[in-house]
């Protein structure tokens, strides 16, 4: 009982101090905010969602956890800023932080450019994904997220895009022996995912998945895809779990990371190995080994950056998380698109047809051809790949949109705040797109310059950094595609139904009959 009793007494002493210093930062931190607020001219918020429980607004968490089972949770959230006519929102809960909800481009622009350095990841998405993932540009803030942005920089600034074409091709050949001769109806989504799967593994590491190639996917290939794909399902789910993630624990999870990992350091320490080599050979060319060599490897250009086997793995974990997912949602958001609206399958046929000379396309003529670019935007407008995102105040700051009778007055933000944003509402504001802004209609694109009203990369200092990459890899697959193939068809004329975790993609898959060039194909 003694040692009990020193404690308490401790405290007594302790606690008139504690309690003072407490109630002075509050003090400060009270006057800081009122000048904060005075300086800007931050106003109450214009729009307070009404709530049936105000503590935890559960009514609330009950609609959003409905929604996303039927397969809308997108277009609730979105649906829910174009009630209010696009107008910021706050959510105020007494037992929780606000949570602000905006679709207005000048709030997005302030915080991921103007006010970069007050807005971060949100501190629950980084715990959710750091055990899994390591420390990389995906799980990190401020100077760490520096350092990593830097090392990962050099890798995304080739501009010779043919290795990866030739690379791809190579795939795409398996891909085609995924889709049926006879024009029956299929899934196209799954054979898009396997294909980017395969791509990103063999840019990253040197080596593929094979996934589309049942002769070569190996026992240790095919653990890696599982153990990525457990450790993906597991980081979604403690987002999803936000603050109550502390009371899970997977033990399939973290043996999934730890095989993931081990995977992965097996060809960063082959990379080191090959940059040694090489200095002692003095030559920096990579020798060619064959047909299964890459003809381009992220991992040993990256070990001109840093020689820390924990980074090198991490870094490519978040970068195979950044593009393979995302890719593969945009082909498939794109052909769903198309597989309901023949007459643009055809229109863009006929640019693509037209403007290939060889029998492959080139970078320079995937590039130049316009309408394919209008169908890859419009597609990331409508179907976003990353349909939303949230940014946290790291420090008491505003925002410059919502606040007052007119929402036109800046709003304060305390630190720790969510801003919510979704682009499906985004994209869809009519004062940027026009009243048929919920219709898919490529030739909008003709002249539009949205500004920050189109955000598929994100923008700011923290803009997506495959964003060349994800769009040449994208235009070479849809021209392919349309090289190969007369027209398509859908037998789904169901309503869209999103799948949402990682990225946006069709509930459903993407059923479709293509009717094969048979000149083209050989078929
Ligand atoms: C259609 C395809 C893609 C879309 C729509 C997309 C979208 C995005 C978005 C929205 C972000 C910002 C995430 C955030 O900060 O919260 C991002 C970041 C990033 N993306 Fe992409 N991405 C795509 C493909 C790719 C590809 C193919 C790569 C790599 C080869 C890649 C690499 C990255 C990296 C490294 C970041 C982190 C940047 C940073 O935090 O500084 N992305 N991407
Ligand atoms: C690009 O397209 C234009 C027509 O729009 C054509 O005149 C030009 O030759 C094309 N360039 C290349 C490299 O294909
Ligand atoms: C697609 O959108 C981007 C971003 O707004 C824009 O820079 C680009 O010009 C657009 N492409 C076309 C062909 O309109
Ligand atoms: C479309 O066809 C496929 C393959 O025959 C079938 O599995 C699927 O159920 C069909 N979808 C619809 C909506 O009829």
Redesign the pocket.
């Known amino acids: 009982m003694a040692g009990f009793g020193v404690g308490s007494d401790l405290i007594l002493y302790l606690s008139p101090v504690l309690v003072l210093s407490l109630l002075v930062r509050r003090l400060v931190h009270f006057f800081n905010d009122k000048k904060l607020i005075k300086q800007h001219g931050c106003k109450p918020p214009m729009n307070i969602a009404p709530l049936w429980d105000p503590i935890l607004g559960i009514d609330l968490v009950l609609q959003f956890i409905r929604a996303a089972r039927e397969g809308r949770y997108i277009r609730f959230s979105g649906g829910r800023l174009i009630s209010y006519d696009y107008a910021t929102y706050v959510i105020k809960r007494l037992a929780l932080p606000d949570t602000i909800y905006t679709a207005e481009p000048e709030n997005i622009k302030h915080i991921l450019a103007t006010e970069f350095k007050n807005f971060g990841l949100a501190e629950l998405r980084i715990n959710a994904m750091f055990p899994l993932f390591g420390s990389s540009i995906f799980t990190t803030n401020g100077p760490a997220w520096a350092h990593s942005r830097a090392l990962l920089r050099p890798s995304f600034t080739r501009s010779n895009m043919a290795p990866l074409h030739k690379m791809m091709e190579r795939h795409f050949q398996l891909l085609l022996n995924h889709i049926p001769r006879d024009k029956s109806f299929f899934d196209l989504q799954q054979p898009f995912f396997c294909f980017t799967m395969d791509t990103a593994t063999e840019f990253l590491m040197g080596k593929s998945t094979h996934t589309l190639d049942s002769t070569r996917h190996s026992e240790a290939e095919r653990h890696f895809v599982q153990d990525y794909l457990n450790c993906c399902y597991e980081a979604v789910l403690k987002i999803v779990l936000g603050k109550l993630q502390i009371f899970r624990y997977s033990r399939t999870a973290s043996k999934a990371r730890d095989r993931a990992w081990a995977y992965v350091d097996g060809f960063a320490e082959h990379a080191l190995a090959s940059r040694e080599a090489r200095k002692v050979k003095g030559e920096s060319a990579i020798e060619d080994e064959g047909d299964d060599s890459a003809e381009y490897n992220f991992l040993e250009e990256m070990t001109a950056q840093t020689n820390s086997r924990a980074e090198l793995r991490s870094e490519v974990l978040g970068v195979l998380l950044a593009s393979r997912d995302t890719t593969a949602a945009l082909l498939s958001n794109l052909f769903y698109a198309l597989s309901r609206r023949p007459h643009i399958y055809a229109k863009l046929r006929t640019e693509v047809l037209s403007r290939i000379k060889g029998p492959l396309p080139t970078e320079e003529e995937l590039n130049n051809m316009?309408y394919l670019?209008?169908c890859i935007?419009e597609t990331l407008r409508f179907h976003p790949v990353v349909p939303g995102n949230t940014r946290e105040a790291l420090c008491d700051t505003t925002i410059p949109l919502g606040g007052g009778p007119d929402g036109k007055s800046p709003l304060f933000v305390k630190k720790g705040t969510p801003v919510i944003y979704n682009l499906h509402a985004i994209h869809r504001r009519p004062d940027i797109y026009g009243d048929d802004s919920h219709e898919f209609r490529p030739e909008r694109?003709d002249g539009?310059?949205?500004g920050w009203g189109?955000i598929p990369f994100n923008g700011g200092p923290r803009i997506c950094l495959g964003q060349q990459f994800a769009l040449s890899e994208a235009s070479f697959v849809i021209a392919r595609m349309l090289q190969c193939f007369e027209s398509i068809e859908t037998n789904d004329s169901s309503d869209w139904l999103e799948s949402y975790s990682l990225v946006m993609c069709s509930k459903k898959g993407v059923s479709v009959s293509l009717t094969p060039d048979k000149e083209h194909l050989g078929w």
């Open positions: 316009t670019r209008w935007n694109w539009l310059r949205p189109f």
